[in-house]
């Protein structure tokens, strides 16, 4: 078990334990940790590059070590090479005098795709 939850529990007097035992019975706790869920996958549905909302057409990227995986939706093909370059760069750097450039500023609804 989490200790953190461990730790809520064992702080809890016999009448909140019982108020939970109720809630978790009734399915009330799994609505609100699902609501909850929901909202941080809300927040992450911003582009990491230019902050719009890559929508349904958006391009996603699974990167990181196995044990440490993230997930970064990008609104169009610009963004994420743009993002895929900085990550190179970051990897492998290199001389540091040359300007950074990064994508345009898009507008919702507009087509990103690199010609």
Known sequence: MNPKIHDIIESLTADELKTLD????????QHLVGKRL?????????CPVCNNDP???GFTLIFGPADFRKKATFCGQDC???????LKEFRQPQDHNEPATGPQSHDRGENHVAH
Do not use: I, N, P
Request: proline fraction near 0%.
């Open 22 to 29: 109720t809630d978790l019975r009734e399915g009330h706790v």
């Open 38 to 46: 929901e909202s941080y996958e809300r927040r992450q549905t911003m």
């Open 55 to 57: 929508g349904e057409s």
């Open 80 to 86: 994420l090479e743009y993002f895929l370059g900085k």
